[in-house]
């Protein structure tokens, strides 16, 4: 069974009231997610939902079989938003970007709790609404902004996301994120690590310079910051 202890490691349940936080805590179950793993696809019937508590998972759209981030869920929320609205399929692939822990329940019971508990409801469509910004704002980034200041964005929204400048990945997972081609992703990591801002090997990077890499990174993440923080304090608000 889940604890409570658990639940204070993802802010959204951590915000509940008490009372509601015990009765939810109690349907769900903890669940080990390995990197790479897909949690939903695009029009596939959404069987489970997930609160992230060490783990953190990328939503991706995927176009002529080949994806593209446009949102990142880590511990300040939950994956299942559209069930909220009354949609049961995913319009996105959800893929665990980090390994980590999440705590999960079936679809039908996380209906049955959303619908009783007015506190559920408001701290989920809170978190909707700060996901959907940060879908446009990524949707502007990946036109507008070049492949080295993407990357130095998503590095540092990782990096608030799992609470570690250390983490894994690998070029083809990054190429993937990015939607660019592994080779532009290996001369922007290039650039990056002769610069002395990060260090890459073995599949894994260390943000070495965390001044040098916000200034590298694009003006949408200090905007998307504002949405991630703004989500925290929400989140940590009761009502």
Not at 135 to 155: D, E, K, Y
Not at 164 to 175: G, Q, V
Not at 218 to 234: A, D, H, N, P, W
């Amino acid at each position: 069974m889940a604890s409570a202890r658990n639940a204070d490691q993802n802010a959204l349940l951590a915000a509940l009231p008490s009372k509601e936080q015990k009765r939810i805590l109690g349907y769900l179950k903890p669940a080990a997610l390995s990197l790479g793993d897909i949690l939903c696809e695009p029009g596939k019937t959404i069987e489970r939902i997930y609160f992230p508590l060490t783990a953190l998972i990328s939503l991706l759209t995927v176009v002529d079989d080949k994806p593209l981030e446009v949102g990142m869920i880590g511990r300040e929320g939950v994956l299942g938003i559209p069930l909220a609205f009354g949609v049961k399929h995913s319009p996105v692939r959800a893929l665990v970007q980090g390994a980590g822990l999440a705590l999960t329940m079936p679809t039908p019971v996380f209906l049955r709790e959303f619908k009783r508990s007015p506190p559920l409801q408001g701290k989920v469509l809170g978190f909707a609404n700060e996901l959907m910004l940060q879908i446009g704002l990524s949707a502007a980034c990946n036109r507008f902004h070049p492949v080295t200041a993407r990357l130095a964005r998503w590095l540092l929204m990782t990096r608030d996301r799992v609470g570690s400048d250390e983490f894994r990945l690998t070029h083809k997972f990054l190429a993937d994120m990015l939607g660019v081609r592994r080779a532009g992703v290996t001369i922007a990591a290039s650039g990056l690590q002769r610069g002395g801002v990060i260090e890459y090997s073995w599949g894994r990077v260390r943000i070495l310079n965390e001044r040098k890499l916000e200034a590298t990174a694009c003006s949408c993440y200090e905007m998307g910051r504002g949405i991630y923080k703004r989500e925290q304090s929400r989140a940590n608000r009761n009502p």
